[in-house]
């Protein structure tokens, strides 16, 4: 299984970014997905999650500035990030839980990072 993220990218501080996730490979059912975000010398951290049937939650930093989406069809996950400050610069990771057959348990894949640099 594999993430393949993409939409990062510089940005002025009060700017937007969208960022798209898509899942490829051998899967059988995606559970929930999400971002997650690591500054440099700082810890990852959850940006956002989502579950397949749609429930989602938000690190306090980013609510009602950041929305996250889901298309089960497509098995992609999207971050609209608006009203984008220098604080969000990061890297950004998304994250599936998988499962790659009828038979098997859940697995959690992550995608490679695409940088947001948030600079006037």
């Known amino acids: 299984v594999q993430l393949q993220a993409s939409g990062g990218g510089l940005v002025q501080p009060g700017g937007s970014l969208r960022l798209s996730c898509a899942a490829s490979g051998t899967i059988f059912s995606i559970g929930a997905m999400g971002w997650h975000r690591q500054a440099p010398g700082n810890q990852r951290e959850l940006v956002a999650r989502?579950?397949?049937?749609?429930?989602?939650n938000y690190a306090d930093s980013v609510k009602g500035r950041f929305t996250i989406s889901r298309d089960n069809a497509k098995n992609t996950v999207y971050l609209q990030m608006n009203s984008l400050q220098p604080e969000d610069t990061a890297a950004y990771y998304c994250?599936?839980?998988?499962?790659?057959?009828?038979?098997?348990?859940?697995?959690?894949?992550w995608g490679q990072g695409t940088l947001v640099t948030v600079s006037s």
């Open positions: 994250n599936a839980d998988v499962r790659t057959s009828m038979y098997s348990n859940w697995r959690n894949f």
């Open positions: 989502m579950t397949r049937g749609g429930s989602t």
